[in-house]
């Protein structure tokens, strides 16, 4: 029996994902997976074998198809960022909402196929939120015009800041899951803090004092690592 649910969230059943570690290969072929829970390992088989392998087989395929893709993806956004700014100026609001959406498409294939702790689906998922972190900003310079429209962009702009904090917080159970013995903020930093400042930005205590719970994972970061300039900002 086919069984789907929200991996991010505590299952009654005591179903637990376990992610399985691929093998390095350019083809699915190439691309066994071992799983450091049940200690088995699943592999296309070219001839065929049991029904059961030739499905394990087809979710190694799709997987290296929808990581290709996000990573076509990616790559071609990176290169239209460094495209002359004659360029960004003709581009329209719509354009950006557009390119928004795709993303968001592309979010969901990879959570649906790779799972919701893939590398694939939390790199489009900061992607997403840098722009998110970006128009939070811009909302926050433009209110105080129309206090009727000022109230719809504030209760617009509050889903949408926690939604990027629960996007952020899943990229450091992601990061830390890595075992990397790496301070998860030597990747979130510049995405910690630009959430912070948007909390703080709306001027309410509560919103203040959940953005200090945020810069208080990457004080000691940014201590070390970060320059004086920064340092001041996260003080």
Known sequence: EDVMFDEDANDDDGLK??????????????RSLHCPSCKSTTAVVADGGSMRKKKEGLVIKYMC????KVFDRMESSGNDCQSSDDK??????????TERDIDQQFLQMATSICGAQHWATHFLNL???????????????????????????????????AEAADGIERAYTFASSLELNLDPAHWLFD?????????????????????AEWISKVENYSKHFENEGMRKVVD
């Open 127 to 161: 992607s997403l939120i840098e722009e998110s972190l970006a128009s939070f900003h811009s909302t926050l310079m433009s209110v105080g015009q129309d206090p009727k429209k000022d109230a719809e962009m504030m209760e617009e702009l509050f889903v949408e800041i």
């Open 88 to 97: 960004k100026q003709k581009s329209s609001g719509d354009d950006t909402e």
């Open 191 to 211: 995405y910690t803090v630009g959430l912070a400042r948007a909390l703080v930005g709306i001027g309410d205590v509560k919103s203040q004092k959940y953005g």
């Open 65 to 68: 198809m929808a990581e290709d």
């Open 17 to 30: 994902v376990c992610y399985a570690i691929p093998a390095n290969g350019l083809t699915a072929e190439e």
